[in-house]
């Protein structure tokens, strides 16, 4: 089973600023990787696959990067209704299907 | 638009059975795979299983094989999600969820449930 690695655990930041989070896997899965959001009392949503596509209907201050084991994910100016928990994931070839343990941005 | 819709919250003693179900709307539910996703109170999210509907090629984490079973009925456009044998630890939120891709294993779900509450208590 891959393991999915992200840090930090928790960010504290004030609006405005750009923030990086980030994600290991423990073996490569090339770029078979998502971020998701996720607020409290609601089901996650999907941001980023294929490790830098943004989903339908994300705006473009969320980006991803990376492949093969290290990833990023970057709010590039943080809005209110960013503050929340992100999780990655890996899909590649059914291992199964894990997620990082989550990083809560949070206000500063 | 196709919607996720869960049931409802359920309260359940240690040693019931239960099953919890998933309605996908649209009629493309079997080809598309499944997955269940639990989430402990505060805790992040796991990754249980999958299904693909058409098939009912069915795939488990190994923390939880053996203790639950993922199925589904593609008449009713529905995968479902049960236990034989309830413990106090199950006590989560559930969710299911679509992946993207129509026919492939190797994309992320991007249509979510909302939710089902399973509470275990004695």
């Known amino acids: 089973e891959i393991v999915m690695t992200q840090s930090p655990a928790t960010l504290s930041v004030s609006p405005g600023e750009r923030v990086t989070l980030s994600c290991r896997a423990s073996?490569?899965?090339?770029?078979?990787l998502a971020w998701y959001q996720q607020k409290p009392g609601q089901a996650p949503r999907l941001l980023i696959y294929?490790?830098?596509t943004r989903a339908t209907g994300i705006p473009a201050r969320f980006s991803g990067r990376g492949s093969g084991t290290e990833f990023t994910l970057t709010i590039s100016r943080l809005q209110s209704e960013d503050f929340a928990v992100y999780y990655c994931?890996?899909?590649?070839?059914?291992?199964?299907?894990?997620f990082g343990q989550g990083t809560k941005v949070e206000i500063k | 638009e196709v919607q996720l819709v869960q049931s409802g919250a359920e309260v359940r003693k240690p040693g019931d059975s239960l099953r919890i179900s998933c309605e996908v709307s649209?009629?493309?539910?079997?080809?598309?795979?499944v997955a269940w996703v639990r989430q402990m109170p505060g805790r992040g999210l796991e990754w249980m299983g999958i299904?693909?509907?058409?098939?009912?090629?069915?795939r488990y984490s190994p923390s939880f094989q053996g203790h639950v079973t993922i199925s589904a009925d593609k008449s009713i456009n529905t995968a479902y999600l049960q236990w034989s044998s309830l413990k106090a630890s199950d006590t989560a939120i559930y969710y299911c969820?679509?992946?993207?891709?129509?026919?492939?294993?190797?994309?992320?779900?991007?249509?979510w449930g909302q939710g089902t509450l399973v509470t275990v208590s004695s």
């Open positions: 969820a679509r992946h993207r891709t129509q026919y492939s294993i190797s994309s992320p779900p991007d249509l």
């Open positions: 649209g009629n493309t539910f079997p080809s598309y795979w």
């Open positions: 299904i693909y509907p058409a098939d009912s090629d069915t």
């Open positions: 073996e490569s899965v090339t770029t078979n």
């Open positions: 294929h490790a830098s």
């Open positions: 994931q890996h899909y590649n070839n059914w291992t199964p299907f894990t």
